[in-house]
């Protein structure tokens, strides 16, 4: 071929795939897709999301599906129409969810997961947590208080790819001392949704099989509100180990009333700090963040940032989650 014919070949596709995409000068738009505001972290995360966007000079239109997948990816297609700059995805399915990604990708738009990880699709960028840490954070915990004893595992919903991070983690402490025969595992479900009455029914149905179980992991703080509900039913609140993860505020006053053990606290700031600045450097055309790791996602391995958890606990409340300013004194100890 003429090397010439070549060289306006290579410099037409490079003009296809570029252009549009340098918007330094030009507003950046960017689209928020939620699951849904059913807890109470999902109002912070988009708060602290919102007001990183802004501050990057950016504008955010978010869209809350209502735990709906179907009703998500059909959020995605009018943001998509309207031409927005850049997708960051709180996936209501971690499997349905490559729909969304598939739909952008077909406008060159990119697409972020935020907190959960979408699968088998060519997804652009993945902020979350370590959730194989944050797992191992609270089986490692309750065993430094309880050694010895029967445990129960209350996980997360099954449609979210976090659920299984997080008993991998677990397991991962646990299942030495299981081998050992320290620890006995005598419950062990996940859940259809990360929700207080899914926490008390695998509760109830524990307590009713194992009533002299000394720890349960759930999934997360609502899950451990059911079960603590559970407990109080069974004449045992107060006296069973129970971790939980997100540091909500009713959790961290059960933590102070003694019903709850300990909570894991996520930089939610920080995770939408992360997520912003990455959507805003995608939508500019820029280069992204260096030093991330890779997640596979069943078809790539998906670049990805994760931030540390940390655990909260009766002693270290006003260390941890008060003074990073993420719940107040005053309310917690109300």
Request: glycine share 6%.
């Amino acid at each position: 071929m003429n090397y010439r014919i070549a060289l306006l070949i290579l410099t037409f596709l490079a003009a296809i795939l570029f252009t549009g995409c340098d918007k330094k000068d030009e507003a950046v738009e960017v689209g928020f897709l939620i699951h849904a505001f059913d807890k109470e972290r999902w109002e912070n995360d988009r708060n602290y999301f919102v007001e990183n966007v802004q501050e990057l000079g950016g504008t955010v239109k978010v869209m809350d599906a209502e735990n709906d997948a179907d009703k998500q990816l059909a959020q995605a297609k009018e943001l998509l129409a309207n031409g927005v700059d850049v997708l960051v995805v709180v996936p209501v399915d971690q499997f349905a969810a490559a729909e969304i990604v598939k739909a952008a990708h077909a406008k060159n738009i990119k697409v972020i997961s935020y907190d959960r990880l979408i699968k088998n699709c060519k997804l652009d960028f993945y902020v979350s947590t370590d959730n194989v840490e944050i797992g191992a954070l609270q089986a490692n915990y309750l065993t430094t208080i309880q050694p010895q004893g029967k445990y129960a595992l209350i996980g997360g919903a099954l449609s979210d790819n976090n659920s299984q991070l997080l008993y991998l983690g677990q397991r991962n402490v646990l299942q030495p001392l299981v081998e050992r025969g320290d620890i006995e595992i005598v419950f062990n479900e996940f859940t259809e949704a990360w929700e207080e009455n899914e926490g008390y029914d695998h509760g109830k149905a524990l307590l009713k099989e194992h009533p002299d179980v000394d720890a349960i992991i759930a999934g997360n703080d609502e899950l451990a509100l059911g079960v603590i509900r559970a407990t109080a039913e069974a004449g045992r609140e107060g006296q069973i180990l129970i971790a939980g993860m997100d540091a909500d505020l009713r959790n961290l006053r059960e933590i102070v009333a003694g019903n709850q053990t300990c909570t894991v606290y996520k930089p939610y700031e920080k995770l939408a700090a992360t997520a912003a600045d990455l959507a805003m450097k995608m939508a500019r055309c820029e280069e992204c963040e260096k030093t991330y790791q890779t997640v596979s996602n069943g078809e790539m391995l998906v670049p990805t940032v994760f931030h540390s958890g940390m655990i909260v606990n009766k002693e270290n409340l006003q260390l941890t989650v008060i003074s990073e300013g993420y719940q107040r004194e005053e309310e917690v100890f109300k």
